[in-house]
């Protein structure tokens, strides 16, 4: 999946993440990436433990991502 689409699909389950291009990207339209900052997340008091609960939820929507 490309960052646009990542992106897209991140924001129908909202949650907020930036389309990014990484290495090796040849187009800003469709980049490689996305960027997702962590300033929320600490802000409101979640730790280590909590990130990992979300990665797991950010791999599982992205693998369902895929299927579709």
Do not use: W
């Not at 689409?5 to 990207?25: R, Y």
């Amino acid at each position: 999946m490309t960052g646009t689409k990542v992106d897209s699909l991140m924001h129908s389950i909202n949650i907020t993440a930036n389309k990014n291009m990484i290495f090796g990207d040849k187009s800003a339209q469709t980049p490689g990436g996305i960027r997702m900052g962590t300033a929320a997340i600490t802000s409101r008091g979640l730790d280590e433990t909590d990130c990992d609960m979300i990665a797991d939820y950010l791999h599982r929507a992205c693998n369902i991502g895929v299927k579709i």
